[in-house]
């Protein structure tokens, strides 16, 4: 069965203090993996798309990188602008329960 | 680019009444939308694909009669809560797919059915 898990499930960091969250999926034919930031009481923000093992895409503070089983989310020092649940979905609709993450001033 | 609008943002309506929730992709052709559901500090459930010109595509355990879905044109899916009851209440999302099933999605509309 087709499977994206996420972990931690929640983590709190000092403003600048970098992390990683996690994504490791078990789905065959891997046509993409997703990564979405979701405000409360708003729709998930696309970040990034991530196609094959060793690619890298970077935005401001984060970057994602995919190997053949997992994808990392990497916040290089964090803001508290940067509290969210991190999202990761792969094609097929299939999404992780997220990592809701909060940075602390 | 890659902008999808929704609307209502939030609705209250009473028993039995049904609501309309309208999605629009502004700046690109969605061939494909998706109607998901969440409820508060849960993921993502996908409800429904919608594809232009054709009939929605619904998840197990999603009433088609009581989720009506219309993809009317490249840019618009409407979902229709019908007769809704205080269970129905939750946040609806929709998204739109780009190439490369890249998904886009609204910000979302809160239905309280009181």
């Known amino acids: 069965e087709d499977q994206v898990t996420q972990s931690p499930e929640a983590l709190r960091l000092q403003e600048g203090e970098s992390s990683s969250l996690n994504c490791s999926y078990t789905v065959s034919g891997l046509r993409g993996l997703f990564w979405y930031r979701q405000d409360p009481g708003k729709g998930p923000e696309f970040l990034f798309t991530?196609?094959?093992a060793g690619e890298e895409k970077e935005k401001e503070r984060l970057k994602a990188t995919l190997t053949k089983k997992e994808s990392f989310l990497h916040i290089t020092a964090p803001k508290p602008e940067d509290s969210a649940t991190y999202l990761c979905?792969?094609?097929?609709?299939?999404f992780g329960t997220g990592t809701r993450l909060k940075v602390l001033a | 680019g890659a902008v999808v609008s929704q609307h209502p943002s939030w609705v209250i309506c009473k028993s039995g009444t049904s609501v309309k929730i309208e999605c629009r992709s502004l700046d690109f052709q969605a061939t494909t939308m998706f109607w998901y559901r969440q409820f508060p500090k849960q993921s993502l459930m996908l409800m429904a694909t919608s594809n232009e010109g054709s009939k929605a595509t619904y998840e197990q355990g999603v009433e088609k009669d009581k989720f009506l879905i219309n993809h009317a044109s490249l840019t618009l899916s409407t979902l229709t809560v019908t007769s809704a009851h205080p269970e129905d209440s939750s946040f609806y999302i929709c998204?739109?797919?780009?190439?490369?099933?890249?998904?886009?999605f609204g910000p979302g509309t809160r239905l309280t059915v009181l």
């Open positions: 979905a792969a094609p097929g609709y299939i």
């Open positions: 998204s739109a797919q780009r190439e490369y099933n890249e998904q886009f």
């Open positions: 991530l196609y094959s």
